[in-house]
């Protein structure tokens, strides 16, 4: 038996393997060091065009803004921990200040 999925379903795993994408290809440029190491920034490049392809298929079936909220605000803190956590990158509090005000915009833009 197939279980078929719901556009929304669909939508949001087109959005989350865009997050996915678009942390990795970022990591991944900066592990090439200003394309010093073109294997990582070329992968980098193309996980991050996989990004904007991934983007657009759950814009189908979702609003635009939500989705860019959503892929934006949830990009921009995990990349901030992975930042953190793998390039031994530090957050300042303001930097956490405004990380929160972000992710409190794309709740506040997917609740009205």
């Known amino acids: ?5 719901m556009p929304q379903t669909l939508a ?3 959005l989350a393997l865009a997050v ?5 290809g970022s990591s991944l440029l900066k592990l090439s060091d200003g394309m010093r190491h073109r294997l990582a920034g ?6 991050v065009i996989g ?3 991934a983007l657009a298929q759950a814009i189908r079936g979702m609003d635009l803004s939500v ?3 959503v892929w934006g605000g949830a990009g921009l803190v995990i990349t901030a921990i992975v930042g953190a956590l793998a ?3 530090r957050i300042r509090p303001t930097g956490w200040a405004g990380i929160a005000l972000v992710l409190a915009g794309v709740v506040a833009l997917k609740l009205l």
């Open 1 to 5: 038996m197939t279980i078929a999925l």
């Open 12 to 14: 949001i795993a087109w």
């Open 20 to 24: 996915v994408l678009e942390v990795a």
């Open 42 to 47: 070329l992968l980098g490049i193309v996980m």
């Open 51 to 53: 990004a904007f392809a």
């Open 67 to 69: 989705a860019y909220a």
């Open 87 to 89: 390039f031994g990158q």
